[in-house]
């Protein structure tokens, strides 16, 4: 809204209109407006707003070099768009949690369509993974992974999209920022990654 005080209730975020979807990340929150576009804002040392610039801002500011936006979705310093059934990402990418093969630490503007990811229909973004539903219902991440919250059957970061493992049907994907869920079109969800407080939902830790 322009200024950094504490709220008690909802205010007005500063020229934002017609949004058609909203993302908050660790610190950072971006709004896709019904036109396709994006805009962000909050801190910026990673580049995840993605203007250009790696200043913070108190209002929203324009992503640079998107169109046809359908979703975005905010990490923890980073952000991801979704257009034409292809992946775009900006921000951090100490962990590859921009699925570029690594190509650079951070990246002020969007990078270049994610290579081998095409008919995707749904994104997801954790702390510092990320994750797409395909329309042939099959899931493919990238980014952090300790925790084996990629799927994969790894404990290996990986800076491009891996497949996730003896998992198919699925109809949406959401990710805490250790671990990632799946629900499945035959309506049963499954789950993996980090399990220390149960968030894998098995009964076990």
Known sequence: DGSTWDRLSPVKVATLTDVAQISGGGAHTCALVSAGAVACWGPNASGQLGDGSYNDSLIPRSVVGLANVAQVEAGFGHTCALAEGQVRCWGSNAYGQLGDGGAT??????????AGLTNVVQLAAGTYHTCALRGTGDVACWGYNPNGQLGDGTGVNRSTPAAVSTLSGVALVTLGAVS?????????????????YGQVGDGTS
């Open 180 to 196: 990632t869920c799946a629900l499945s079109a035959d309506g049963l969800v499954r789950c993996w990654g980090n399990n220390l």
């Open 105 to 114: 630490m951070v990246r002020n503007t969007p990078s270049a369509a994610i």
